[in-house]
């Protein structure tokens, strides 16, 4: 999607608004506004401590603003509980990979998909007949989200016995199996190979493309950031410093400061 056809007055699916956030006497943000529409991939980059998982974290209901507003569909967000994010189409990975170990591939990514199910636990219990309808559909999506990642092989393992690549695409096939409308994706390249990189890029891509889903990456590589994000929103020490199309920020002498320092420094 390029960003003529963005412009054409169409209407942000997320609008962040003017969002600090203050931990004590520490600003984590200062005043960040950005908006991201449909079927964008949006890069957040920044250095260490420039407020990317502190917004991230507010995006999935983890921190809570100290003002400003964060809008999904015209809607604010803010009302709602961590637990309660997923109902709205918002699903993320997190930059430590956060799975259930003791419990297999297939268990792992059944759990995203469920957070879209209306069960209760005395459905459940008596097996009533919605509720195995239920469970044959959410079968069927997990095996076709695992076979979308390359992830059959290893349905019935273990997590914690998989290599930390493998652990990342899981969490990502749980993010998906909850069809988001967006898709938080923070530091998805950590701990990667180049190859891997390489690989994941064009996976985000697909993702994107074929699933319909809009992307917010956060990321430490340039080379992916700039090589599959639309636009781009610079962060450093809690403030906005650039945005625009990769190309745009890369020239950016704000940008290119922040992460090279000055020559009179």
Same mark, same amino acid.
Do not use: W
């Given at each position: 999607m390029t960003q003529a056809q963005l412009a054409q007055g169409t209407s942000p699916l997320l609008a962040v608004r003017d969002v600090s956030v203050v931990f004590g006497g520490i600003v984590a943000l200062n005043g960040v506004s950005f908006d991201m529409h449909k079927g964008q991939i949006l890069g957040l980059i920044g250095p260490?401590?420039?407020?990317?998982?502190?917004?991230?974290?507010?995006?999935?209901?983890?921190?809570?603003?100290?003002?400003?507003?964060?809008? *999904?569909?015209? /809607?604010?967000?803010?009302?709602? &509980? &961590?637990h309660r994010i997923a109902e709205i189409g918002i699903g993320r990975t997190f930059q430590n990979v956060a799975l259930f170990p003791n419990l297999s591939v297939m268990d792992n990514v059944r759990v995203g998909a469920h957070s879209k199910t209306s069960s209760d636990i005395i459905s459940d219990s008596l097996r009533l007949a919605w509720v195995r309808r239920s469970e044959t559909g959410i079968n069927k999506k997990v095996h076709e989200i695992l076979a979308y990642l390359g992830l059959e092989d290893v349905a019935h393992t273990v997590v914690s016995g998989? !290599?930390?690549?493998?652990? $990342?695409?899981? +969490?990502?096939?749980?993010?998906?199996?909850?069809?988001? $409308?967006?898709l938080l994706l923070d530091e998805p390249a950590g701990g990667l190979n180049h190859e891997e990189v390489y690989v994941l890029g064009a996976l985000i891509r697909?993702?994107?493309? +074929?699933?319909? *889903?809009? /992307?917010?990456? /956060? +990321?430490?590589? *340039?080379?992916?950031? *700039?090589?599959?994000?639309?636009?781009?929103?610079?962060?450093?020490?809690? $403030?906005?410093?650039? +945005?625009?199309? !990769?190309?745009?920020?890369?020239?950016?002498?704000?940008?290119? $400061?922040?992460y090279l320092g000055s020559k009179d420094q």
């Open positions: 260490n401590g420039a407020g990317k998982t502190t917004l991230f974290n507010c995006l999935s209901r983890l921190y809570q603003p100290s003002s400003g507003d964060i809008l *999904m569909d015209g /809607v604010s967000i803010l009302s709602r &509980p &961590p998989l !290599p930390f690549g493998t652990q $990342k695409r899981v +969490e990502l096939a749980r993010a998906l199996a909850a069809d988001p $409308k967006i697909r993702i994107r493309d +074929e699933r319909h *889903m809009t /992307v917010l990456l /956060v +990321e430490h590589h *340039m080379g992916l950031v *700039m090589s599959i994000a639309d636009h781009v929103v610079a962060l450093n020490f809690g $403030k906005k410093l650039a +945005e625009g199309t !990769p190309a745009q920020v890369q020239a950016d002498p704000d940008v290119i $400061k922040a």
